[in-house]
């Protein structure tokens, strides 16, 4: 296809996902609003619809809890196709949702729909709606510092796999065996009679999101509780990279709207998060990983997520140095940029989900990363991998990285998304 064409195409997958001010990632696979997905896709709505660019973050923060926290899964309608559904998650809260939260994207998202208004001379307009997203926005990310990083360490703790986005990677591997699954009792998952069994988590996984669902649910979703208490709590890379970033961007709304104790209050995050971090640096891998709480045990993997030290916007010599080292090793192992997992890893699977595949979103934030540290060999090799993903085989959930085939659902919300707001290239 051309890029004419597939600039079509993408703009129909977005509009054909809608459900009137929201977007499904894909209307068969996952039917509900997600966080994460949510905030991309409006970065694709922007590239031709602005007014709706900043429905879809406005309906998501309509589901915001009244302590700020911003559920993962929004059930705006019943839809028996996806499990589990709202009655699994029992959250008792109008509209109904999950108990648990995504990588907060939404406000680097909200800051760049800003900067598109503002140069589209805008300004005006959109600030009015900038004026009621931010204490949403604030709330949520003042929520994080309270319950996501109890003991003040400058990370995000992630309390269920599930909040990370990246499922199964195999960064959870050791920290979730000791979770209790002997109580789970049966269910029929729906995810598989979607999709192809070998591109999902296993029935083990499975049995241990179920088990931390319902020892959430055993809790009333009480966050302090769950803080203190959840048997699955690391902290992960992935997200601690990105509520850095979503920091940044946060305190920059928060001075353009002239708001100085909240910005003084982000300051305060970025700081503890930019010596926090270090936690995270793995000496002897020299490269950024998971760790768990509970232990102090890194993960070991090599995922994605490793990369997103640019986007976060740290500067470190030697680790950027040792981290661009391991993406070129990455780069001559597999033709497709940037595998979930090391394909040097035992436990790598081409097309199993955060196992393997290329995910463009973690593209685009890597590659955004890259270019604003000024590595834009890097930056465009990324770039154009993802293109070329989407030229080749349309709009997948995700990507082998070996073969390019698409792996999980088509017609994929956030990855047409990505294709319209960077991959394509101006
Ligand atoms: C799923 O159901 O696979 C989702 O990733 C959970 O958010």
Redesign the pocket.
Same mark, same amino acid.
């Given at each position: 296809m051309t890029t004419i064409d597939l600039n079509a195409a993408a703009r129909e997958i977005l509009k054909a996902n809608g459900r009137g001010g929201y977007t499904v990632p894909n209307g068969r696979v &996952?039917p509900f609003q #997600?966080n994460w997905d949510s905030a991309f896709v409006a970065l694709g709505f922007d590239t031709f619809d602005r007014p709706r660019a900043w429905t879809e973050v406005e309906t998501l923060f309509r589901a915001q809890w009244d302590d700020g926290f911003l559920p993962?899964?929004v059930f705006w309608k019943d839809d028996p196709g &996806?499990f589990p559904g709202a009655s699994v998650w029992a959250t008792g809260k109008e509209p109904v949702t999950s108990g648990i939260t995504?990588p907060p994207v939404a406000a680097t998202v909200v800051r760049k729909l800003w900067k598109s208004a503002a140069e589209a001379d805008e300004a005006d307009h959109y600030r009015p709606r900038l004026e009621a997203l931010f204490p949403k926005l604030f709330a949520w990310h003042r929520w994080f510092a309270a319950y996501r990083d109890p003991d003040r360490r400058g990370v995000v703790v992630a309390t269920h796999p #599930?909040e990370t986005?990246r =499922?199964n990677s195999p960064e959870w591997d050791v920290p979730s065996e000791v979770i209790d699954v002997s109580n789970v009792g049966d269910y029929v998952r729906r =995810?598989t009679s979607h999709l192809d069994s070998k591109m999902?988590?296993t029935k083990l996984e499975y049995d241990r999101y179920l088990a931390l669902v319902q020892f959430g649910r055993a809790t009333g979703w009480d966050h302090a509780r769950i803080a203190a208490e959840n048997p699955f709590r690391v902290a992960d890379v992935g997200m601690s990279m990105i509520l850095l970033r979503a920091n940044r961007d946060l305190a920059a709304l928060a001075e353009e709207l002239g708001r100085s104790e909240e910005s003084e209050e982000i300051r305060g995050w970025i700081q503890l998060a930019e010596r926090g971090i270090d936690w995270l640096w793995h000496d002897e891998l020299s490269a950024w990983c998971s760790r768990d709480t509970l232990t102090g045990r890194f993960s070991g993997h090599i995922t994605s997520a490793s990369f997103l030290s640019f986007y976060a916007g740290l500067a470190d010599a030697g680790r950027d140095a040792a981290t661009r080292a391991h993406f070129d090793r990455i780069a001559g192992l597999v033709d497709y940029l940037m595998p979930s997992l090391d394909p040097a890893d035992p436990g790598f699977q081409m097309i199993r989900y955060w196992r393997g595949p290329v995910w463009a979103v973690v593209n685009y934030m890597i590659g955004t990363g890259l270019a604003e540290a000024d590595d834009r060999e890097r930056a465009e090799k990324v770039r154009q991998d993802t293109l070329e993903l989407m030229r080749r085989n349309g709009f997948y959930e995700a990507y082998s990285p070996v073969d390019g085939t698409g792996s999980g659902g088509d017609d994929f919300s956030w990855t047409a998304a990505i294709w319209l707001t960077w991959a394509k290239g101006i």
């Amino acid at each position: 296809m051309t890029t004419i064409d597939l600039n079509a195409a993408a703009r129909e997958i977005l509009k054909a996902n809608g459900r009137g001010g929201y977007t499904v990632p894909n209307g068969r696979v &996952y039917p509900f609003q #997600w966080n994460w997905d949510s905030a991309f896709v409006a970065l694709g709505f922007d590239t031709f619809d602005r007014p709706r660019a900043w429905t879809e973050v406005e309906t998501l923060f309509r589901a915001q809890w009244d302590d700020g926290f911003l559920p993962h899964i929004v059930f705006w309608k019943d839809d028996p196709g &996806y499990f589990p559904g709202a009655s699994v998650w029992a959250t008792g809260k109008e509209p109904v949702t999950s108990g648990i939260t995504q990588p907060p994207v939404a406000a680097t998202v909200v800051r760049k729909l800003w900067k598109s208004a503002a140069e589209a001379d805008e300004a005006d307009h959109y600030r009015p709606r900038l004026e009621a997203l931010f204490p949403k926005l604030f709330a949520w990310h003042r929520w994080f510092a309270a319950y996501r990083d109890p003991d003040r360490r400058g990370v995000v703790v992630a309390t269920h796999p #599930w909040e990370t986005g990246r =499922d199964n990677s195999p960064e959870w591997d050791v920290p979730s065996e000791v979770i209790d699954v002997s109580n789970v009792g049966d269910y029929v998952r729906r =995810d598989t009679s979607h999709l192809d069994s070998k591109m999902r988590p296993t029935k083990l996984e499975y049995d241990r999101y179920l088990a931390l669902v319902q020892f959430g649910r055993a809790t009333g979703w009480d966050h302090a509780r769950i803080a203190a208490e959840n048997p699955f709590r690391v902290a992960d890379v992935g997200m601690s990279m990105i509520l850095l970033r979503a920091n940044r961007d946060l305190a920059a709304l928060a001075e353009e709207l002239g708001r100085s104790e909240e910005s003084e209050e982000i300051r305060g995050w970025i700081q503890l998060a930019e010596r926090g971090i270090d936690w995270l640096w793995h000496d002897e891998l020299s490269a950024w990983c998971s760790r768990d709480t509970l232990t102090g045990r890194f993960s070991g993997h090599i995922t994605s997520a490793s990369f997103l030290s640019f986007y976060a916007g740290l500067a470190d010599a030697g680790r950027d140095a040792a981290t661009r080292a391991h993406f070129d090793r990455i780069a001559g192992l597999v033709d497709y940029l940037m595998p979930s997992l090391d394909p040097a890893d035992p436990g790598f699977q081409m097309i199993r989900y955060w196992r393997g595949p290329v995910w463009a979103v973690v593209n685009y934030m890597i590659g955004t990363g890259l270019a604003e540290a000024d590595d834009r060999e890097r930056a465009e090799k990324v770039r154009q991998d993802t293109l070329e993903l989407m030229r080749r085989n349309g709009f997948y959930e995700a990507y082998s990285p070996v073969d390019g085939t698409g792996s999980g659902g088509d017609d994929f919300s956030w990855t047409a998304a990505i294709w319209l707001t960077w991959a394509k290239g101006i």
